[in-house]
């Protein structure tokens, strides 16, 4: 099994910055593709940011320009710099990871819990 742990979430006023971080922890061979997505009140899970382990990224159009995926593949991890934050980016944060538990084993998903972000206008 994986536990993904996301920390970073809170409240701030528009035009400020937050910067999430997920570990990802357990039985691990190889963590592939990592990303973000995210759930405002009402609407479904959407994505937010991809990185796969050789550090290509993909963004949604709405954070294009604001927000930066990093990760640390030495130590399982995962990070979003969001910057010029808005009203409209307000939601509950999930991390996720494809991980590989063998080499003769197919990758599996795994989410985070949610880290809540609300940024007041």
């Known amino acids: 099994q994986v536990q993904l742990v996301e920390s970073g979430g809170g409240l701030v006023q528009a035009g400020g910055s937050l910067r999430l971080s997920c570990a990802a922890s357990g039985n691990i061979f190889t963590v592939n593709a990592m990303g973000w997505y995210r759930r405002a009140p009402g609407n479904q899970r959407e994505l937010v940011a991809t990185i796969t382990r050789g550090g290509s990224t993909n963004y949604a159009d709405s954070v294009k320009g604001r927000f930066t995926i990093s990760r640390d593949n030495a130590k399982n991890m995962v990070y979003l710099q969001m910057n010029s934050l808005k009203p409209e980016d307000t939601g509950v944060y999930y991390c996720?990871?494809?991980?590989?538990?063998?080499?003769?084993?197919?990758?599996?998903?795994?989410w985070g819990q949610g880290t809540q972000v609300t940024v007041s206008s």
């Open positions: 996720h990871a494809e991980v590989i538990h063998s080499r003769i084993q197919p990758l599996k998903n795994y």
